[in-house]
């Protein structure tokens, strides 16, 4: 009897069995054919990727759980996870062969890094004789769909492509894939399996280099399950579901104020286009929130990010990116480490980035806040070193998500009102006024009242000795004066927008059009003057700033 052919699911994001077409596509092969074909779904767990992925311990137990959890929703509709070790890229040819593999079946991934390895193996496969399957469902839209609808440019703002978005038809998520029958399923060992029954398990923490001893609460665990099982328990609240308003929540709440569920989309445990439906069905016939603030809306600033860095070249950098400002951001190693380890002096922000580093997740409005206090707010240090430092701290560190949100709160790209900075003080006031967020992340103020919690440096030497926290020695100066330094910095950023205009007209007149070169580092003043109808444009802008200065 011929040795029957295996079909490959492999599993990089979508990591769930529910609406995921591409391994449902390969499950209906094999349950249409038993007797010709057997399942593997596999994960292929990449040594290497240390080299080009900064992941901290917390994301790190997330895909653990998750891939466990993963290998047990398999086995319910009779399969199970192979976890491979290795590159991909070397791993694949051998697996052509030993599986004798006739049909390997992928979700489609725009990241720079999985497109090239992408386009490796399918030449791989190409050489193998191997039949391709590759579905778009890591997001509701194609976004190749979407700059086609634009005149093949991605769109800039959220209104547009909402606009864009709203023409195209909205895929029906579809239900785990029925049982497997027996043959189908259990495919004969391969040598490696039968000298080690359990090489293809999921990995231990120890195996990932992961002390779990060392790690606070899990808050969030990773997997299907829990996906599924905190998407019902949100949709249940149908008045909140209905009333919810992005910045009416809490940044600096004890417990989350927002469901959290981004984690679960990043890794694919739930699917976008389910979430869609289920809330689509919540708030039908209901009074509700309206995007871009509403949960539908959240949604689309996702599906919005990954549109554009799909077809945007060095989309998670500053130079050669078309779309973001060119700035002179400062280099500040010292200044780098006090933000990112929540020394800064600034208890507010100094409290969001150890829930970070902690937890793994802080609010949108609190990334709000220590992201432009890192960049034109207060450091003036680059969007990109923040940007690596939430890659590493971020349960639901997303590519596409990441870079958009910080060339957006960098005032880099998408969002140019550069003057509205937030203030590190008044800002987490507004929803915790006592302090109590504070309390719990910065526990060397924990007596410090709520009057001067937030401003600790004004309380004197003898209050400080009683409150048990002295600023300089249990807690940290503040490393910058934020009230003089965010002054200056609005003029530089001015200044960088005058920079980068000009620049942009002298491609023009060139007839270079070379958007994403890096403008010419030149003083402010030296701008062209705007002419004709965009003077008083500029005028506005530069009185709109003035204003902004006095008030502050």
């Known amino acids: 009897m011929a040795k029957r052919e295996t079909i490959v699911h492999w599993f990089r994001k979508g990591l769930r069995i529910h609406d995921n077409p591409a391994l449902t596509a390969a499950v209906d092969k094999v349950r249409a054919n038993p007797a010709k074909y057997c399942l593997r779904p596999i994960f292929v767990l990449d040594p290497g990727i240390r080299k080009w992925l ?287 380890h929540g020394r800064t002096g600034y208890p507010f922000i100094d409290a969001i980035m150890r829930q970070l580093r902690q937890e793994g997740w802080i609010h949108h409005l609190a990334r709000h806040a220590v992201a432009c206090f890192l960049t034109r707010g207060d450091l003036w240090i680059s969007w990109e070193e923040g940007q690596r430092v939430f890659e590493e701290l971020l349960l639901d560190a997303d590519w596409a998500l990441n870079a958009g949100n910080w060339m957006w709160l960098s005032a880099s790209a998408f969002f140019h009102q550069f003057f509205r900075v937030y203030s590190p003080v008044a800002f987490g006031k507004k929803t915790d006024p006592e302090g109590k967020f504070i309390r719990k992340y910065v526990p060397e103020l924990a007596r410090f009242p709520a009057g001067i919690i937030y401003e600790p440096w004004k309380a004197n030497l003898e209050t400080q000795k009683k409150l048990g926290g002295i600023i300089g020695k249990d807690y940290p100066k503040r490393i910058v004066v934020h009230e003089d330094i965010s002054k200056v910095n609005i003029q530089r950023m001015s200044a960088a927008y005058k920079r980068n205009k000009a620049q942009k007209e002298e491609d023009s007149e060139d007839g270079a059009g070379a958007s994403g070169t890096p403008g010419k580092k030149r003083p402010a003043s030296t701008a062209p003057s705007a002419k004709g109808k965009a003077a008083p444009k500029k005028r506005k802008i530069e009185t709109t700033i003035e204003k902004f200065l006095k008030k502050k």
Request: charged share 25%.
């Open 54 to 340: 900064r992941v901290g311990p917390n994301r790190w137990r997330f895909l653990q759980q998750t891939l466990v959890v993963l290998d047990q929703n398999l086995r319910s509709i009779n399969s199970r996870l192979y976890v491979v070790r290795g590159n991909p890229v070397e791993v694949f040819p051998k697996l052509f062969t030993e599986w004798n593999v006739s049909l390997l079946t992928f979700e489609h991934d725009i990241e720079p890094y999985a497109v090239k390895r992408d386009k490796t193996v399918e030449e791989q496969a190409k050489k193998h004789h191997v039949e391709l399957h590759i579905e778009k469902s890591h997001t509701i839209f194609d976004p190749e769909s979407i700059v086609k609808k634009n005149a093949g440019k991605p769109p800039l703002t959220y209104q547009k492509y909402a606009t864009l978005a709203a023409t195209c038809k909205i895929p029906q998520p579809l239900p785990a894939p029925q049982k497997l029958p027996a043959k189908g399923a259990d495919p004969e060992a391969d040598n490696e399996e039968r000298k080690n029954p359990s090489c293809y398990d999921p990995p231990t923490m120890k195996e990932l280099d992961v002390d779990e001893a060392t790690m606070g609460e899990c808050k969030f665990p990773g997997g299907e399950t829990e996906a599924l099982r905190r998407m019902n328990e949100v949709l249940r609240r149908k008045a909140w579901v209905c009333n919810f308003e992005k910045p009416n929540t809490s940044p600096n709440s004890l417990e989350p104020s927002t469901t959290v569920l981004s984690p679960y989309l990043k890794f694919g445990c739930l699917s976008v286009r389910l979430f869609y439906s289920r809330i689509s069905e919540t708030i039908k016939g209901q009074k509700h929130s309206q995007p871009p603030v509403s949960l539908i809306g959240q949604i689309m600033w996702r599906e919005f990010y990954y549109c554009v860095a799909a077809v945007t070249p060095n989309y998670d950098k500053m130079v050669g990116n078309g779309i973001c400002l060119q700035v002179d951001w400062d280099t500040n190693n010292d200044h780098l480490e006090a933000w990112t």
